[in-house]
């Protein structure tokens, strides 16, 4: 293929053309990560991790996001400097993506928003750290990214939801949405900072290809929603879970004493939880971002050969 183009209105960066022309498998990146959810300089260490553990497998990053009301695949040097320097970028769920689009705002994509864009773009599999479920408080509060995890045909590799929340409630969520929960080399749900969660799951893979065949298949009866894929933070990183239990139990009794509501929850917490680690949490999570991104090449890679072999 030549000349490749990203459907309208979405616009593509040149690496991101170049690595369609040469046959390189994308993948996609959240940006709201970079823009909100890590501090500096970390954001940008988590960045350039990410972006090179995709690379050295064979595939090409591509960051999401909206840049000056455009929904774009890929972020050009200037672009990505102003959404790491975290100055005027809104956080961006799926709903908001049309008011930033005519409102020609610079916007971070959650989890949610970069289905939504992946999904129109066609781009299969999709790395972040962690999804968000259901709150433990209050339990009326479910994030976003359930919903559209249920409608968007993408393979998302992630360590799992973030534990400041109901994980069992959330496993619950998703069977509701019928999105498949696949262990990459375990049989429980991950704790994001933690390796396990005492969760278990009824399927599991050792290897990218299985997890690729059995995304395939389920595409091959018009399943229409996500394979979420889940695999541990590395052994190195992960944390003790009694010690993240308890980080979370103090922290949100913080927030309930505080008044600290909303969107505004979910960084409350996990700052609180990174303070309690003695900032142990952040190099979890660069960790585990690492991690989730090298998986997610793999997986498109052996997308891309199983298509050929259809094709062959």
């Known amino acids: 293929m030549n000349g490749w183009l990203p459907p309208p209105p979405l616009r593509a960066t040149a690496a991101v053309i170049d690595a369609i ?21 970390a ?12 690379t050295a497998v ?18 050009e040097p200037a672009d990505l400097a102003r959404f790491l320097a975290r100055d005027g970028v809104a956080k961006l769920s799926a709903r908001d993506l049309g008011a930033a689009m005519a409102n020609g705002l610079d916007g971070a994509t959650t989890v949610a928003a970069t289905l939504a864009l992946a999904t129109h773009a066609g781009i299969r599999v999709f790395a972040t750290g962690g999804i968000g479920g259901l709150h433990r408080e209050p339990r009326f509060d479910e994030s976003a990214d359930l919903a559209e995890l249920g409608r968007s045909p993408v393979i998302v590799v992630c360590a799992g939801a973030k534990s400041i929340l109901d994980l069992p409630g959330t496993l619950e969520r998703l069977e509701t949405h019928g999105v498949p929960v ?10 994001f900072f933690t390796v396990g969660t005492g969760l278990p799951l009824s399927m599991h893979a050792r290897t990218a290809g299985e997890i690729a065949r059995v995304f395939l298949a389920g595409r091959s009866i018009g399943r229409p929603g996500a394979l979420l894929v889940v695999q541990p933070p590395p052994a190195h990183a992960a944390l003790p879970r009694e010690l993240v239990e308890g980080a979370i139990a103090d922290a949100l009794a913080a927030a309930s004493r505080e008044g600290v509501r909303g969107a505004e929850v979910t960084p409350f917490l ?3 939880v990174n303070r309690a680690t003695g900032g142990r949490s952040m190099e979890t999570n ?12 793999e997986i498109a890679v052996e997308l891309q050969q199983l298509a050929t072999e259809e094709k062959g």
């Open 21 to 41: 022309d040469a046959g390189r498998p994308l993948v996609a990146l959240e940006s709201s990560v970079l823009a909100q959810g890590l501090p500096e300089p």
């Open 43 to 54: 954001n940008a260490q988590a960045h350039d991790q990410m972006a090179a553990a995709i």
């Open 58 to 75: 064979g595939a090409e990053p591509v960051v999401t996001a909206v840049v000056r009301g455009v929904p774009s695949l890929g972020l």
């Open 182 to 191: 696949i262990g990459y080399r375990t049989k429980e749900m991950p704790g």
């Open 270 to 272: 996990l700052a609180a």
């Open 286 to 297: 660069l960790a585990l971002l690492e991690a989730n991104s090298r998986l997610a090449g």
